[in-house]
């Protein structure tokens, strides 16, 4: 009775995490509210959950920055106009670009339960209007912290 009991609660709380885990859609755009953007540009949410990129305007992927994933994490991979969903399971902020249009701004910014590798990131060479993004987005992130 009692492994009965232990296997029952293991599938009721498996199958509790996975209906709790939520997916954020974030469109690529052309002709977003800041032109060439990711929209939304910030996506907070929590390990496990996962971010559903949508090629909105085609023409358009989504990469990790090199150092603004979380040590350990597997990086942001999405194909030029092709959709993919990833999921997160490692706490972090992890920052992304559209490989042609990162000198536009088409920057975003994933924060997974906590942005505790955000001074690491900060470090990343960023020129140009992408700069100047990150610098918006990182505000965000930091009034959301309560800096």
Known sequence: MLK???GALALFMATAFSATAATVDVQMLSHGSHGFSFEPAVVYIHSGDSVHF???DKGHNAQSIPGMTPDGAQP???P???EKTIQFTKPG???YKCLPHFALGMVGLVVVDNANNEAEARKAPLYG???RRF???FQDV???NGK
Do not use: M, R, W
């Open 93 to 95: 902020l992890y920052g």
């Open 135 to 137: 610098n918006e987005l």
């Open 76 to 78: 942001i991979n999405v």
């Open 129 to 131: 209007a992408a700069k």
């Open 80 to 82: 030029f106009s092709q």
């Open 142 to 144: 930091d009034s959301k």
């Open 54 to 56: 949508i090629p909105t």
């Open 4 to 6: 009965f009991a232990g």
